[in-house]
């Protein structure tokens, strides 16, 4: 009997519901070329979703989506949804109720991508940046005292767990050490902030000494973040909490131009629960309906959940398909690489290449 | 009688003992060129004084620094002593107790320092950070739990009064009008951080009200990191909070090759307390000593400083003297410009430009 998996299909908003079409196509053609089948089951929560019925999926969403192997989402967001409604019904419950404590994304200057940076070759930037993905900054706790008045004031509590820290810390150098990539950079603030960052960097050094063949270093985020730029060739691994996490994870695609063909993984390493993988872009509502999106990071996010899910050869051949079709000159190339193709015909270039 | 401007100086530690004597030379040929003299009065606090007296500053520190017209700090922070002894002892106490609440940094792309960026030009990068410089995320409220067991945790609690939300943002809106400069980005985090980032959204939406020529855009700090990088040029005026302000403007700087020669002017607009001005760079250990620093931080930082103290023509000849250095290939240049001229050269050439 052939492998089989099964994977929640949120498509959500905007050009979300163009490019996880596309990149199922390609993907089911790395499943059949690899001997495997993928089950794909829709579920069609969106903001449409909470426009009709006050929430952003239902009741029993999460229980709904458990009974999976991995959940494949494309963007959610809508003019007129406020955030705290699309994003904290539905994505930040999944990250957190299914404890997808890492967030993964890969930082790599591809063939034929734009590259803002003077004198760069695909190679020479390539490393991953790992987010602390469920605590942190990101956090309910905290309010708003004498609202509406002079004296207004809003308090906005972190929570750093020893925990959840260590097992953040631990998976980069796990990572470095599956990759053989020989250094972790941990992303802090310890100099400004003042209960946290330096208990991040306690536990940095504490874990950092569980893998002595690792170099171990450290920078402040405002450092770090200018060093992105000024010397982006550095880095292997870079570690940072959720907030730190989330800027070092959108800069470092804009850094190698790939914002629009960039994916994040929100992994439960221990597979507990389903993973959910999904393109860094949003839901882009100004392009949608063109079918102008670049469909390369929902297809290389897909490329991460195979791999997620064992079919690490399937895996290999998508990520080898992106990487033929974007270093053809004579392959289509949607608007944000300088073309004029569809989204479509791209991403039939990738599923010809697969 | 010829005017007088009474300055505080504090050279701090490592290569702030080589910038601020080499910067004082420049600043006091301006101001004879100008008819006004620099009236200097050192404070030798450093590092060391925290070794010899466990203190950072005196006591009454902050009582001798008030009755300045302004303060000129080198940097602080020295291999042994942590950062919160050097930081929350000088830097942070000083900016809080005089009330510094503005912190701002000029981001410009100058002639003759290498730009990591593809197929920039002086000129096309030319914009200001406006950071929040007394509250938000740097604070010394929250603590641990637990200490030193596996249910250990942190809470880092972020304040943000209306007072001091409006105050800053107001700033930023003054500075662009007092500019003409048309457009005021701000940077949040409203689709993630749930309390405060949603009340400073609000503050910014209403203080622009209260400017209607002029543009009011906000992005998230993740994805306005990776446009600093993509996209610079599209900036006037962007306004932070005291974490988001501090990291743009060190990426603000990388983005234009200039982190060796920003400076930091933290301000109290009102002139009720002094004014701080330093260079971006910190105190360098690894070259102290070696007279190789840039001075053009601490310049730039003097030249700010003249500025605030209202000698706007000896302001405009620094900033033209360092431009004039600069963009001369024959000047000497320091290491970081790709030189191999001493800092004193350097410095030298600006004073004759001057
Ligand atoms: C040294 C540190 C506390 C400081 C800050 O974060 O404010 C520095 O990075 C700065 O920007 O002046
Ligand atoms: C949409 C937003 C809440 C989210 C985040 O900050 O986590 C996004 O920026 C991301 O990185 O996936």
């Known amino acids: 009997m052939s492998r089989r998996h099964r994977i929640a299909v949120i498509e959500g908003d905007g050009i979300g519901r163009e490019v996880i079409p596309a990149a199922r196509t390609v993907l089911d053609r790395a499943a059949s070329a690899c001997g495997f089948t993928l089950d794909w089951r829709d579920f ?25 192997d ?38 790599r200057l591809l063939p034929g991508v734009p590259c803002p940076l003077a004198n760069k070759q695909p190679g020479d930037i390539d490393f991953w940046v790992v987010r602390e993905n469920v605590e942190g900054e990101y956090s309910q706790i905290g309010g708003r005292m004498f609202a509406g008045t002079e004296r207004e004031f809003v308090e906005q ?6 925990a ?21 950079t941990s992303a802090t603030k310890s100099n400004g902030i003042f209960h946290s960052m330096p208990f991040w ?34 880095f ?27 994916p994040s993984a929100n992994l439960n390493p221990e597979k507990k629960f389903p993973s959910m993988f999904e393109p860094v872009h949003g839901s882009a509502p100004d392009i949608f309906g063109q079918r102008i999106a670049n469909p390369v990071g929902a297809i290389w996010a897909g490329a991460m959940m195979l791999d997620h899910l064992g079919e690490a050869e399937a895996a290999a051949l998508v990520l080898r398909a992106i990487e033929t079709a974007l270093g053809d000159p004579a392959s289509p190339r949607t608007p944000d690489l300088g073309g004029t193709a569809k989204m479509d015909d791209l991403a039939a270039a990738i599923t010809a290449a697969v």
């Open 44 to 68: 069609d929560w969106s903001c449409e979703t909470w426009k009709a019925t006050g929430r952003m999926m239902p009741e029993d969403g999460i229980a709904r989506l458990a009974d999976h």
């Open 70 to 107: 991995a959940i494949f989402l494309g963007a959610v967001g809508y003019p007129g949804v406020p955030d705290h409604i699309s994003l904290w019904g539905l994505l930040i419950p999944i990250r957190r109720e299914f404890d997808q404590y890492v967030n993964l994304r890969p930082v």
């Open 157 to 162: 509590t972190a929570i750093f767990t020893r």
């Open 164 to 184: 959840g820290t260590d097992r953040i810390l631990r998976y980069a150098f796990d990572l470095a050490r599956r990759l053989g990539r020989p250094h972790v």
């Open 201 to 234: 960097d306690e536990r940095f050094a504490a874990i950092g000494a569980e893998y002595p063949e690792i170099r171990a270093d450290q920078y402040h985020i405002d450092i770090l973040a200018a060093r992105f730029v000024m010397s982006p060739e550095r």
């Open 236 to 262: 292997d691994v870079v570690v940072g909490s959720n907030l730190f996490g989330d800027i070092l994870s959108d800069l470092g695609p804009g850094v190698t131009g790939t914002i629009a063909v960039a």
